[in-house]
């Protein structure tokens, strides 16, 4: 290892981060605005306000979700790319639940919505992960055909057994016990002034199943497992692992994390099902859990910022004339440089981190 | 004397981040010799190569060829400097003809029939002079590891090669294989060209080098005339201590069966069948070495025992069967039963690479309710077990902490052994117990599977390494294209009988000269079916 562990998971995005930005930058400034106002905008904008927070950490809690379902799939050197679909059905499943009964209260409804989102989205990922463990079909190409299926089966529905009264393709209007503490309301017990916004305590859930995560990859057996399975399938195998079951549970926990998203986005904001509950989180979280280096902590942490982004940019669309697209350019850009682009400025940092910290090791040899 | 050195480097140093692979090396190489150069794994043999072939660039020093001072930024500069070399890992099309594999690189111009036309005629005179016989329109693929050698060996002589290096070139070869390209490289050497054997076989050295030269640690300890040296003295220099070379071992005193083999057969993925109805016995209180050219079916009789692999057939351990069809049983429940499995390729199968030495540790036993607490790995268990271990077993450095490919090769064998060798197993497989270890840690696992054997304990080991065979084994098993060709006590044995049976050649033809032998191996020795 070359790098202290803090310049690997901490320095190197940074510096990524503030490549992406940098051009982005420069972007805008081709386009004719003002870069160092429109940074200032989407900051301010993102953060500057309990509002901005409200919307930045409720997209942030989408983002962990799908996030976390990308990682723990890398792990096991899955590349789970069908989140979208996946969230898409756990939307479906969490309406379901909160559709089936008049509820009283949200904490008797909450359990259910989870169980329901998580099933229906580790459902959809099961098919493609039995494709890819006992067939060989493989696992990029069936998840993301499984997306398109997912979209096509919420229009059926929609159009048809779930929709509502009148012209809108959506599900009616969930029962009022269903719906999600917000933010506001639980600041409101404390005396705290927060901003009307989105994010309720699906934000608790999803912190929740970071830690979860964490403790499963990196102190369970099945963790243990997952990772060996990730890093040499013939060792696995020699270990006595069996690859079909390692890829169902991981795909079956990937899938199902993926669906969680829906007790965000439909049960707590949305209130109904609608055509698209996903809104590009699921290949959000592709960028998240690569930037995050499909550590929990990592996916917290990019998923946040990507949350930032995401209403930042709402913002800058909002008060200048950088287009919407200005702001999926600049997401794209940080995808660019801390995923494909990382060994740009790894290399360079390393050499640094060499002149540095060179001490002579006498006796030291290798091949 | 005047002749100029071939190859004169001076004070050649180069570092990779904190570590000095090679240490102001100095070395002479004269015209006209073979020069071996014998050091254990990571003491920078292959490091000050590359440097001579282009592929690093030295730190510090200077390289003279001929006498002349030479930059060698890169391998076309050492091609044009008269350099070729024979890789460990050869650098073959499998689907060009021999010949297509000696031109390309060195075509002349856009058409390739010409070339193709010089080649061929330059293929037959080089055959003839230096006894390199190759068909040249043969198929890389369908040739054996014999002939592929010697495909590499003409490339640079086409190239009009003067220094020849070869890397570690007995490896894949039978005995008598080895012993063709030495006499192969003595025609050479009767023309004037100059070969650099790079090796850590002690053997190959005292039988065909003029001189040697011992590295250490990244540093040249020394160079001496082969004939005023000796193996003990060889690797003394080597490992900076005094070394047994044999191990010192009292008799077997085999008990019971608990390994039964009865014709085991198994077909790989492909659909060809590997093991061609295998059959034997492991009692307890020995060890069966398994002798063979590799590729002959111990790769996959390893993996059939220790679960990885389904076959058919019958197995029992200690009187009691053993599902072989996959369904009931794997390599978990193998371990369950008492079979440790030592895998053959560590870095493929025995060790995850990227993780900690003391995950590694658990690597297989992981369900053992040692390392568990409830739903939980108790990892620091895991840990102050892993700690035991690298103090049992010396691995260096003792620090549970590190991930398993900062290792070097003798340690991490023993990071598996010890993982392994602790459970107590009845039977112990193990293959290629020693490859890539140094000769130091030899000694110490060679003891610890003895200590093993004469705990009682059945041991299969699989090697294609003859002296470990005869020197280790109780009884010898040869195999030859999935078979078992025979079975010999060390004692009442040879490696020239042990060759030939590797060859395939069962001992009806015992007084055939080796020679003649050796001419026909190539095309059936290691050919794929």
New interface residues.
Partial sequence: MILPKWADVVLIPLINLFLALFVSGLVVLLIGEDPVNAMKIMVKGAVGSTYGWGYTLFYATNFIFTGLAVAVAFHARLFNIGGEGQAQLGALGVALVCLALPWPHWTLVLPFSILGGALFGAAWAAIPAYLQARRGSHIVITTIMFNYIAYALLVYLLLGALKAPGMAPESPRFPAGTFLPNARDVFDMLGINFARSPLNVSFVLALIACFLIWLMLWRTRLGYEIRAYGQSEPAAIYAGISPFRITMIVMLISGALAGLMGVNAVQGEAQRLLQDNVLGAGFVGIAVALMGRSHPVGVLIAAVLFGALYQGGAELEFETNVPREMVLVIQALVILFTGALDNMVRGPVEGAFLRLGRRPAPGAAAE | MTTAPAIELKGISKA??????NKDINIRVMPGTIHGIIGE???????LMSILYGFYKADAGEIFIGGKKTAIPDSQAAIAAGIGMVFQHFKLVENFTVLENVVLGAEEGAWLTPSLAKARKLLTELAAEYELNVDPDALIQDLGVGMQQRVEILKALYRQAEILILDEPTGVLTPAEADHLFRILEGLRAQGKTIILITHKLREIMEVTDTVSVMR??EMTATVKTAETSPELLAELMVGRKVLLRVDKVPAKPGKTVLSVDNLRVVDDKGVERLRGVSLNVRAGEILGIAGVAGNGQSELLQVL???RTGTGRITLNGEEIDLTGKHS??????ARGIA?V?EDRH????????FAW?NV???Y??DPKY?RG???D?DALRRDTEAKIAKFDVRPADCWQ?AK?FSGGNQQKLVIARELERNPDLLLIGQPTRGVDIGAIEFIHQQIVALRDAGKAVLMVSVELDEILSLSDRIAVMFDGRIMGERLPHETNERELGLMMAGITDTDRDVPVQEVAANLGHTVGAKP
């Avoid at chain 2, 794994?41 to 490091?47: D, V």
């Avoid at chain 2, 794997?330 to 371990?335: I, M, P, V």
Wanted: glycine share 22%.
């Fill in positions: 990779f981040g904190p570590v000095q692979a794994n990571g003491a920078g043999k292959s490091t640690r990244g220790g679960g990885i794997d390599a978990g429940t193998r371990r499995h895998p493929r199968e025995g060790l995850i690479l990227d993780f995950e658990g690597f297989g992981h369900h568990n739903l939980l790995m990892n991930t900062n």
